[in-house]
């Protein structure tokens, strides 16, 4: 009888061991990946859109190749882009106006599964370059090699995929630097930085005023963010005064707002931690 029940008590251990082996998915030879696309706001009041067509993205899945520190430039680097293995993450043609995705605004590109493990770069093949200006004159530009090789985005830190897990990474394609005024219409140059949402953080908040006891948002105020004393990024308010900006790396920062007709206002020591969000408000006050 004592057997009996010594066996019944192990037999059922097992089949809980088994359930819940079952239903871990730690060492899933998959997980998954999500990867987001915004845009770094473009101060143009001339241009109505800017247009892009992102037909494919891949990524290298880093695995266990190293690489040495003098093989980061040059040709040795196109070499080693070349040789290691890259997945496809997306093969479809998705239009995109970058100008409506400004303060917080996403646009997601991929929603997959992955194999797991270490992913260091990205490429986005990109077609059909435009922009648009508000009096209805269109400029097409050409793509230097982003129709053929892709644009190669570097992850710093670079993103780890886990089993049975979402990582997020998040695109930042710069307009203001990626389409460049010239004499007659635009250059495309284009500049998009990579973000690993899970190490990298969101500064968001409202600009205000008050003026006669009635405190309203202030639209097209410049959010300047800097880190020791450098420029990392700018964004405007929107129509209700608030802005965010995403993919901030983690670490200390200096925000100044400034937009005429108001005084210049500045804040120190505006910690920003991974994967949360910074609420950082401002109420500025009118130059008599």
């Known amino acids: 009888m004592k057997f009996n029940i010594f066996g019944s008590i192990l037999l059922v251990c097992s089949l809980v061991f088994i359930s819940c082996s079952d239903g871990d998915d730690t060492y899933s030879e ?20 800017a247009n892009v067509t992102i ?17 980061v430039e040059g040709e040795s680097m196109t070499e080693e882009v070349e040789s290691e293995p890259f997945v496809v993450l997306m093969e479809e043609e998705v239009p995109v106006n970058l100008l ?7 646009k997601t590109l991929v929603d997959s599964d992955v194999p797991v493990g270490a992913y260091d770069l990205v490429r986005v093949y990109v077609k059909a370059i435009n922009v648009v200006m508000k009096d209805g004159n269109t400029f097409n530009l ?3 090699s982003g129709a053929q090789s892709g644009i190669k985005i570097f992850i710093e830190p670079e993103l780890t995929v886990s089993g049975g897990l979402t990582a997020d990474l998040l695109l930042d394609f710069d307009v203001s630097k990626s389409f460049v005024a010239k004499s007659e219409g635009f250059n ?16 968001m908040g409202i600009i205000k005023t008050t ?7 202030v639209e097209g105020a ?11 990024t700018t964004t405007f308010s929107d129509g209700e005064g608030g802005y965010m900006i995403m993919g901030l790396e983690a670490g200390s920062y200096m925000i100044e707002i ?17 994967a949360n969000k910074t609420v950082q408000d401002f109420e500025l006050i009118l130059q008599e």
Do not use: C, W
């Open 258 to 274: 400034e937009k005429d007709g108001y005084i210049r206002q500045s804040v120190e020591s505006v910690e920003i931690n991974p």
């Open 142 to 144: 050409d793509v230097p």
């Open 100 to 106: 409506d995705l400004t303060n917080g605004v996403t």
């Open 211 to 217: 003026v006669e006891e009635v405190t309203s948002g």
């Open 188 to 203: 495309f140059k284009p500049v998009i930085k990579a973000s690993n949402l899970s190490t990298a953080g969101t500064l």
């Open 30 to 49: 998959y997980g998954r990946l999500r990867v987001q696309l915004t845009d770094a706001p473009f101060p143009h009041d001339l241009v109505a859109e």
């Open 222 to 232: 410049q959010i300047a963010v800097f880190k020791d004393g450098e420029l990392q």
């Open 55 to 71: 037909f494919k993205i891949d990524a290298r899945h880093k695995g266990d190749i190293e690489m040495d520190d003098a093989e």
